[in-house]
């Protein structure tokens, strides 16, 4: 069974600093897609990036970007110009690449930013 | 932007109650999810749903637990007889068609179930 760790429970930066949220994930298969999710106060789920195992480029979503290792089974996310709004529990999460399956979630980390 | 949508947003019932959580996933998705989120813990997969039936449960997902898709829009999860433990945020989650080659989960605000 595939499993995700997140092991840094929380995080602080200052407002307009980079902070790297650290992932690592176990699995057999070859090809799968990582996420990370931001779940502000609100409890929403929402998609902050996506990364496909067989694509070489990191993903970027404007102030985000991923680092991700396949050999090393990592799975970082750069939050470069950090804002107030950034702030959020971050979910990283793991799915094979089987159309529907389920996404496996790492325990989170809390990422607080100060002004 | 289409949306997950979820109903109720909070709702409080007693131990041993029926309690019914709504959802409407996104139009065109093909696929459906629960999740649930114990306070202060990772999210878990509960159920996946697809050409109305159950595609994969965890399990924690046992015969207290189903889910349905009773019309063209909602998709349901029922807890039948409530339990403290079942305390949690409830998500559900849909993906659009599999001919999409990036198959990402949009998730529902949430429903937060109490259970007293």
């Known amino acids: 069974a595939q499993t995700v760790t997140q092991s840094q429970p929380e995080m602080s930066v200052q407002e307009a600093e980079t902070v790297t949220l650290s992932c690592t994930y176990d699995t057999s298969e070859s090809d799968y897609y990582l996420f990370w999710y931001k779940q502000p106060p609100s409890r929403q789920m929402i998609l902050v990036i996506r990364q496909e195992a067989y694509k070489q480029q990191n993903a970027t979503e404007n102030r985000f970007s991923v680092n991700f290792q396949k050999a090393a089974k990592s799975f970082s996310l750069k939050i470069s110009d950090s804002q107030l709004g950034d702030a959020a529990m971050y979910f990283c999460?793991?799915?094979?690449?089987?159309?529907?399956?389920?996404?496996?979630f790492g325990a989170g980390t809390i990422l607080r930013v100060k002004s | 932007e289409p949306e997950v949508t979820q109903t109720p947003s909070h709702q409080v019932t007693q131990m041993g109650q029926e309690v019914i959580l709504r959802c409407v996933p996104i139009?065109?998705?093909?696929?459906f999810y629960w999740y649930r989120q114990i306070l202060g813990q990772k999210v878990e997969f509960l159920v996946s749903?697809?050409?109305?039936?159950?595609?994969?449960k965890s399990e924690i997902f046992d015969d207290q637990f189903s889910v349905e898709r009773p019309d063209g829009s909602n998709f349901t999860l029922k807890i039948r007889s409530t339990k403290l433990e079942d305390s949690a945020m409830y998500f559900c989650?849909?993906?659009?068609?599999?001919?999409?080659?990036?198959?990402?989960?949009?998730f529902g605000p949430g429903t937060r179930l109490l259970v007293l």
């Open positions: 989650a849909s993906t659009p068609s599999r001919v999409a080659i990036e198959e990402t989960q949009y």
């Open positions: 139009s065109n998705h093909l696929y």
């Open positions: 749903f697809y050409n109305n039936e159950i595609s994969e």
């Open positions: 999460a793991y799915r094979t690449m089987e159309y529907g399956n389920k996404l496996v």
